[in-house]
């Protein structure tokens, strides 16, 4: 086969299949819409773990989860969630700044209205 219809092939091949991946919707960003879908998707990654509180973000791109081992941060990365324990917490007048301790995760900056980030760090404060 002559390499120019290689390339075609595997170009077509690529390019049909982002194109099927957008059509079917599977490329959607996770939308943490309700407190059940953070509890449920905290324990896809923690299922040793008991939620105890939930705490939504407004645009439903993260929760702040209050576990019996600690505190956490539930957020969407793409199609899916990430969940990871917060070590450190400081907020500035809209961004709250967590960490997480783990080398493979980098920290986290989430831009939050004024009531939502009064709430969130009340509740960090609240849980060690």
């Not at 939930?54 to 539930?74: E, F, K, N, S, Y």
Request: glycine residues 10%.
């Amino acid at each position: 086969m002559p390499l120019e219809w290689l390339v075609s092939l595997v170009l077509g091949g690529i390019g049909g299949a982002a194109l099927l991946t957008w059509a079917l919707g599977w490329s959607r960003p996770f939308r943490i819409g309700d407190e059940a879908t953070a509890r449920a998707e905290w324990l896809r990654h923690w299922p040793d773990d008991r939620v105890e509180t939930v705490h939504l973000a407004p645009d439903g791109r993260a929760a702040l989860v209050l576990t019996g081992r600690g505190r956490g941060l539930l957020r969407s990365f793409g199609a899916d969630t990430v969940a990871h324990y917060i070590r450190d917490a400081k907020a500035t007048d809209t961004v709250l700044s967590l960490d997480f301790g783990d080398f493979g995760s980098p920290p986290a900056r989430l831009r939050l209205d004024a009531g939502t980030l009064a709430l969130w760090i009340r509740a960090l404060k609240d849980r060690p």
